[in-house]
């Protein structure tokens, strides 16, 4: 319908997926256009799609919503995205927020205050859950930064962290270097480089790592 803004929904769980579209299809104001399962698939459609606004889970498989929120943001910096989250440590607000989102909800938020949401920000208007601590949105609003000493985690390169994901969630070398359109050569040396940078050297370590921080869920 004219005069609606068009969504694109990034949610890998089918049965959520399903409720937002039928939340979103309830609205006067919101256009449900494309769906995906995880971050690349998100950065496809919306390259296709153009849409208006883009409702991002963080925890996906293969590619996180973080990283498609990065991309996206980088291509697009004009669409608006809303990260939709059970996360809601300092960490994760922050790492999203300047990773470009516009807004942040929690999953355990109502359907009153996710519409609440996608209506501040479609306006030009930065959202944040209630349930985000004070002192989280107090730091980021004042541009505060911290200067702890850097962490492995943070010597990780972008590929590097995509290549952990995958190890992760089960991918084998040949199967991640297909997925990433990479060679196998280049997945071992990234492999290596981050065994070495966090001082992990078998896939188990690995996967307990990335659980922890959150890149795969338990």
């Known amino acids: 319908m004219p005069g609606k803004y068009h969504v694109v929904i990034a949610e890998d769980h089918t049965i959520l997926r399903e409720g937002l579209r039928a939340l979103l299809a309830a609205s006067f104001e919101f256009e449900i256009v494309g769906e995906a399962e995880d971050g690349r698939a998100a950065i ?9 606004l883009v409702l991002m889970d963080l925890s996906m498989p293969r590619m996180s919503g973080l990283d498609a929120i990065r991309e996206i943001k980088r291509s697009f910096p004009h669409i608006k995205i809303v990260a939709l989250t059970v996360h809601k440590s300092e960490e994760y607000v922050l790492a999203t927020l300047q990773a470009g989102a516009d807004g942040y909800v929690l999953k355990e938020s109502t359907h009153t205050e996710l ?3 996608l209506n501040s920000v479609i306006r030009g208007k930065r ?4 349930g985000i601590s004070e002192t989280v949105i107090e ?8 200067h702890t000493p850097q962490s492995a985690w943070d010597t990780l390169t972008h590929r590097e962290r995509e290549i952990l994901k995958l190890i992760a969630e089960g991918y ?10 990479i ?9 290596a480089s981050l065994m070495k940078k966090l001082d ?3 896939v188990s370590a690995l996967t307990a790592y990335a659980m922890e921080r959150g890149l795969v869920m338990r």
């Open 172 to 181: 084998k070398n040949k199967a991640i270097a297909e997925y990433l359109c």
């Open 115 to 117: 519409l609440v949401a």
């Open 183 to 191: 060679s196998i050569k280049t997945v071992e040396t990234h492999r």
């Open 139 to 146: 730091g980021y609003l004042a541009g505060k930064k911290t």
């Open 127 to 130: 959202y944040l859950s209630p």
């Open 200 to 202: 992990l050297h078998n």
């Open 44 to 52: 496809k459609c919306v390259e296709s799609l153009k849409p208006d």
